[in-house]
């Protein structure tokens, strides 16, 4: 799905990882991977009427379709694991998603030992919002690195970032 400024933070991600692969040790991505032919939870908008783009959403991001891959301008060579989320429901969070053999992401952290997690992608004032809530509240040390984010609505987008930093999350 569309975000102004999307496909800028996809190349800004690609770079970052290009240019300082020794600065993670893991690199994990998350993506809708919503059913086709159902409105997953009342997460599509009904046909006809327009999605409110706060809790309801045009089609996007269905399992196996063009939208549901990667944007090109993310080399997806330099992604460890990939989450799948969404599947029949709405899912903002990565915590809510599992890998392709259906183990969770939290399971996953545990195995890999990570203790700092920096959260880059799309968008702010939805999945990044989530996601880093969720790492923080499970314990991880968080940093939302703005200059490789954009939201969906600029209010919203600063309120989600001040909901972080006051959750303790780094904004860097
Ligand atoms: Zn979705």
């Not at 399971?107 to 203790?115: A, I, P, Q, R, Y």
């Not at 790492?135 to 909901?163: M, P, Y």
Request: contains cysteine; negative net charge.
């Amino acid at each position: 799905m569309a975000v102004q400024g999307g496909a800028a933070v996809a190349s800004g991600i690609t770079s970052l990882l290009r240019e300082h692969k020794s600065r993670y040790d893991i690199v994990i991505a998350s993506r809708d991977w919503h059913d086709a032919g159902n409105d997953n939870g009342g997460h599509f908008a009904p046909s006809g009427q327009a999605p409110d783009y706060v809790s309801t959403w045009p089609i996007h991001c269905v399992s196996g379709s063009k939208g549901a891959e990667y944007h090109s301008n993310l080399d997806s060579s330099l992604i460890d694991f990939h989450i799948f989320k969404g599947m029949g429901k709405p899912s903002y969070s990565i915590f809510e998603g599992e890998t392709v053999d259906g183990k969770s992401l939290s399971k996953l952290l545990e195995e890999l030992d990570v203790t700092d997690i920096d959260v880059v992608g799309l968008a702010t004032d939805y999945c990044v919002l989530a996601s880093s809530m969720d790492a923080k509240n499970a314990g991880f040390d968080v940093q939302v690195l703005t200059e490789l984010i954009a939201g969906v609505a600029d209010e919203s987008s600063e309120n989600a970032l001040a909901t972080m930093s006051a959750a303790g999350c780094k904004i860097g």
